[in-house]
C-alpha cells in the first residue's frame, strides 16, 4: 500500500475531535495581566489546538510576536526571573514631559531575543497594532523589524516614550483597538479565538481603595502618595480618575469590536484581577492564564462535540 493511502486511512479512522484545530488568535492589550496569554498560549497547545496567524495590541501583539517568531519560551524565562527591583531597573524613568519611561532597556531586550526577526518572513501570520497619532489612525504592522513593531504597539502614552517612524508618531494600540479580531489573518475552517485581559471589573469601582494596594514602592508608588493629598469630594484623585476613565474607554472600544466580529471563543480576564504594572507577578499570572483558558476550552469542547 503506498504511503499516501496509508495516511489518508488513518486520518479517515481518527476521531474529528482529535484532529488538529486550526485557531486564528487575537491577544488584547492589559500591561502585565497579558502574561496571561502565554498560559493560555500553552493551554491551547496541550490540547491539540493549532495556531495559524496572530494579531495583538500592545502586551498582546508583544507575547504574540514572540511566539510568532518561536521565541516565546526564551522570553517567558526571562520575565519570570524578573524581581520588583529588576522590573524598577528596567523602567528606565525619564523627565520628559511625554513619558516617564525611555523605553531603552526594554527594546534592548528584546532585539537580543529576537535577533533582526521581520514579520514578513515569520512562520506565523503576524499583526501588530498601533495608533498613529500623527494621522489620528490605526497602524498594522505586518511587515518591517518584529521589535520595533512590538515596541509602537506597547508605546502606553504617558507611560512610555514614543516611537517615531519618519514623520510619524506611534503608540499603543488600545487607544484605537484593543482587541483587533478584525485584523487577524484568516484561512478557511480556522477558529477564531480572542483573549481579553482587561475585561470590565470583578467589583464595583471604589475609588483610591482599587489602585493603592498596587502602587507601594518606588517612582509610582511616590506618586501615589502624593495624588493621596489631593483628594476631590468624590474620594479620587487625578491617578485613580484617570486609570479609571481609561479603563472605561478601552473596554467600550473593546466590546464594539467583539459584537461586530464575534469570536468562536473569547476568555475575559477582568481588569481588576492584576494590575498594568505588576510585572513581577508573571509566573503567577502565567499559571492564572492557563488555568482560565482550560476552564473555559471544557465549557468550548462540550459546546461543540
Known amino acids: 500500500m503506498k504511503i499516501k493511502q496509508i495516511i ?110 521581520r514579520i514578513e518572513a515569520l512562520p506565523i501570520p503576524f499583526c501588530a497594532v498601533a495608533t498613529n497619532i500623527t494621522t489620528g489612525k490605526e497602524q498594522l504592522f505586518r511587515s518591517g523589524d518584529l521589535a520595533t513593531a512590538i515596541r509602537a504597539s506597547i508605546s502606553l502614552p504617558g507611560l512610555m516614550r ?35 485581559v482587561s475585561a470590565p471589573s470583578e467589583h464595583n469601582y471604589d475609588g483610591l481603595k482599587n489602585y493603592n494596594r498596587h502602587y507601594s514602592g518606588g517612582f509610582l508608588g511616590e506618586m501615589r502618595r502624593r495624588a493621596n493629598n489631593i483628594r476631590s469630594k468624590a474620594g479620587q484623585n487625578y491617578v485613580s480618575l484617570g486609570m479609571r476613565v481609561s479603563e472605561l474607554a478601552i473596554q467600550s472600544n473593546a466590546a464594539l469590536t467583539k459584537k461586530l466580529n464575534p469570536p468562536d471563543l473569547l476568555l475575559e480576564i477582568p481588569c481588576d484581577r492584576y494590575n498594568t504594572l505588576e510585572f513581577d507577578r508573571a509566573a503567577e499570572i502565567i499559571e492564572r492564564g492557563q488555568q482560565d483558558m482550560a476552564a473555559k476550552l471544557d465549557e468550548f469542547e462540550k459546546q461543540t462535540r
Open 8 to 117: 489518508k486511512n488513518n486520518l479517515q479512522d481518527t476521531p474529528p475531535a482529535e484532529l488538529p484545530r486550526n485557531v486564528a488568535l487575537v491577544l488584547s492589550g492589559g500591561g502585565a495581566r497579558g502574561f496571561a496569554h502565554i498560559g493560555a498560549i500553552r493551554e491551547l497547545e496541550q490540547r491539540g489546538y493549532r495556531i495559524t496567524s496572530i494579531a495583538g495590541t500592545s502586551i498582546g501583539a508583544l507575547v504574540g510576536g514572540f511566539y510568532a517568531a518561536g521565541k516565546l519560551d526564551e522570553f517567558t524565562e526571562w520575565i519570570i526571573s524578573l524581581k520588583k527591583k529588576n522590573v524598577f531597573n528596567m523602567m528606565d524613568f525619564s523627565l520628559s514631559m511625554d513619558h516617564m519611561m525611555k523605553g531603552k532597556r526594554l527594546m534592548g531586550k528584546m532585539k537580543t531575543i529576537l535577533i533582526g526577526a
Open 162 to 196: 514614543p516611537v517615531i517612524i519618519g514623520e510619524h508618531i506611534f503608540v499603543d494600540g488600545g487607544v484605537i483597538n484593543q482587541m483587533p479580531l478584525n485584523r487577524v489573518v484568516r484561512t478557511e475552517g480556522d477558529l477564531l479565538f480572542g483573549i481579553d
